[in-house]
């Protein structure tokens, strides 16, 4: 396994004072809090080579659900179970609601009816950008094009087939890399969602979701709430901490701080958006 050098805080971007927060991670990952920005980020993360096929999404995400059933299984069935009401009987799935509710205004927008262009970023097999292309309405649905950035190998090559029927692609690189190849002005959503706490490089890549957007443009993001009570409540058996893969913690503050130095204006960061019983943060950013 690949490892990147020791990190600055990655908010301030430079060498602070920082505190070791103990209990948390095991051996050999180090959790630390910036005592400037109160930023909590993992401070040896694995490289980017790491995640391409050893830390590849499809193959954490099936270990950790392994892991929290052996150890809480009724809490664990609970939570599944949960899940699988909100979204296939409720039909809630709030990432999803919210990116057709901002492409759609998008369009408005643009009222010249030109293409929308929407990015997922983390987009694994474009499971999420299939099932917002296919709640569009038809006439929203010719206008969307839907592209995506994933670094693993096997996730990219699916994302590719399924958002080529759209008219759209997967870049297959890393996210900051991957932002890079689009060109300026040119996009009008970008959705981070379960992404921002993954990426080594978070400020980086806001910067260049910021220069790909078009004036007005947005970006949805979704990461977990270490600001929540259930974290404060369950200490390291929070859902929120998963190691090596999340390597940044956001609060609704430092968030707002780190849009703010990513030359964005927070549009939406309501009290459901950062609900503390919820183990999730929710903001819409815009472009100035």
């Given at each position: 396994?690949?490892?990147?050098?020791?990190?600055?805080?990655?908010?301030?971007?430079?060498?602070?004072?920082?505190?070791?927060?103990?209990?948390?991670?095991?051996?050999?990952?180090?959790?630390?809090?910036?005592?400037?920005?109160?930023?909590?980020?993992?401070?040896?993360?694995?490289?980017?080579?790491?995640?391409?096929?050893?830390?590849?999404?499809?193959?954490?995400?099936?270990?950790?659900?392994?892991?929290?059933?052996?150890?809480?299984?009724?809490?664990?069935?609970?939570?599944?179970?949960?899940?699988?009401?909100?979204?296939?009987?409720?039909?809630?799935?709030?990432?999803?609601?919210?990116?057709?509710?901002?492409?759609?205004?998008?369009?408005?927008?643009?009222?010249?009816?030109?293409?929308?262009?929407?990015?997922?970023?983390?987009?694994?097999?474009?499971?999420?950008?299939?099932?917002?292309?296919?709640?569009?309405p038809p006439s929203l649905r010719k206008r969307c094009v839907p592209h995506g950035v994933?670094?693993?190998?096997?996730?990219?090559?699916?994302?590719?087939?399924?958002?080529?029927?759209?008219?759209?692609?997967?870049?297959?690189?890393?996210?900051?890399?991957?932002?890079?190849?689009?060109?300026?002005?040119?996009?009008?959503?970008?959705?981070?969602?379960?992404?921002?706490?993954?990426?080594?490089?978070?400020?980086?890549?806001?910067?260049?979701?910021?220069?790909?957007?078009?004036?007005?443009?947005?970006?949805?993001?979704?990461?977990?709430?270490?600001?929540?009570?259930?974290?404060?409540?369950?200490?390291?058996?929070?859902?929120?901490?998963?190691?090596?893969?999340?390597?940044?913690?956001?609060?609704?503050?430092t968030l707002r701080a780190m849009a703010a130095k990513a030359g964005f204006e927070v549009e939406r960061l309501s009290w459901r958006d950062?609900?503390?019983?919820?183990?999730?943060?929710?903001?819409?950013?815009?472009?100035?």
């Amino acid at each position: 396994m690949s490892h990147v050098a020791p990190r600055v805080c990655p908010l301030a971007e430079r060498a602070t004072a920082t505190d070791p927060i103990e209990g948390l991670a095991p051996a050999p990952w180090a959790v630390r809090r910036c005592r400037e920005t109160g930023f909590v980020f993992l401070e040896n993360p694995p490289g980017y080579d790491s995640l391409k096929e050893d830390l590849a999404w499809q193959v954490t995400h099936q270990r950790e659900s392994q892991q929290r059933a052996a150890a809480e299984p009724l809490r664990y069935t609970l939570s599944h179970w949960v899940k699988q009401l909100r979204r296939g009987v409720i039909k809630r799935h709030k990432v999803a609601d919210l990116t057709l509710a901002l492409a759609a205004r998008a369009a408005r927008e643009r009222n010249d009816g030109s293409a929308v262009h929407l990015v997922d970023v983390g987009c694994g097999w474009g499971e999420l950008l299939g099932l917002v292309m296919q709640r569009m309405p038809p006439s929203l649905r010719k206008r969307c094009v839907p592209h995506g950035v994933e670094i693993s190998t096997e996730l990219a090559r699916l994302s590719n087939l399924a958002l080529a029927p759209h008219g759209g692609h997967c870049e297959h690189a890393s996210a900051v890399d991957g932002m890079a190849r689009f060109a300026p002005g040119s996009l009008d959503l970008i959705v981070l969602s379960s992404f921002l706490e993954h990426e080594i490089a978070p400020l980086p890549l806001l910067r260049h979701c910021r220069q790909a957007l078009r004036t007005g443009g947005v970006v949805l993001v979704k990461v977990p709430n270490h600001a929540s009570w259930n974290r404060a409540l369950r200490g390291p058996r929070w859902c929120g901490y998963r190691w090596p893969d999340h390597v940044n913690y956001f609060t609704p503050d430092t968030l707002r701080a780190m849009a703010a130095k990513a030359g964005f204006e927070v549009e939406r960061l309501s009290w459901r958006d950062r609900f503390p019983l919820s183990d999730s943060l929710y903001a819409v950013l815009r472009t100035r």
